[in-house]
């Protein structure tokens, strides 16, 4: 008798905490809908405009969450990455040549470097200390790792 109290309690137990999942779920839709603004001018009317950009002086993608919003932030993460791994390359060529970097996408890809998909990887400068920057057609905007800094900064690469 006492065991068949405690499965009863348990599915008691059970059936309120999805009720309460339930009543959470309901009020979340009830709250998150119809604040959406919708442009006059979208294709049939009914899909909302999302504002996404990318600031170049923070090296942030702005805007609200949504799918734009997410290609941005992966695109973002993909330049950095780009620009991390080609830092890379520049640094295992630079032991084979006494230290000097080189100022061709090539000479990069022989030291194993893989320029991520969608994102566009440039060397600005090299010689004694080296620039690169990479940018996207979605971010529009340019992101750099300069050798002297250590670091991908927001931005093209500085003026000598």
């Known amino acids: ?16 905490a999805v009720v309460l999942l339930v009543a959470i779920l309901v009020v979340f839709v009830v709250t998150s809908g119809g604040d959406e603004e919708v442009s006059e001018d979208a294709n049939d009317g009914s899909a909302p405009v999302e504002e996404v950009g990318f600031d170049e002086q923070t090296g ?17 993460i993909q330049a950095r ?4 791994n080609a ?5 295992l060529y630079a032991t084979s040549t ?7 996408i090539g000479d ?15 060397i600005m400068s090299a010689g004694d200390t080296y620039c690169l920057e990479s940018t996207s057609d979605f971010l529009k905007g340019r992101l750099h790792y300069d050798s002297t800094v250590g670091a ?7 003026t000598p």
């Open 1 to 16: 008798m006492d065991q068949e109290r405690r499965g009863d309690s348990g599915r008691t137990w059970l059936v309120a």
């Open 98 to 104: 006494g230290g000097d970097y080189t100022d061709q």
């Open 81 to 84: 990455s780009g620009l991390k």
């Open 60 to 76: 942030r993608c702005l805007g609200e969450a949504g799918p734009a919003f997410s290609r941005c932030r992966a695109e973002l």
């Open 152 to 158: 991908v900064k927001p931005g093209p690469c500085p």
């Open 108 to 122: 990069l890809e022989a030291q194993g470097f893989n320029p991520p998909p969608a994102v566009i990887v440039s």
């Open 87 to 91: 830092a890379t390359a520049e640094e």
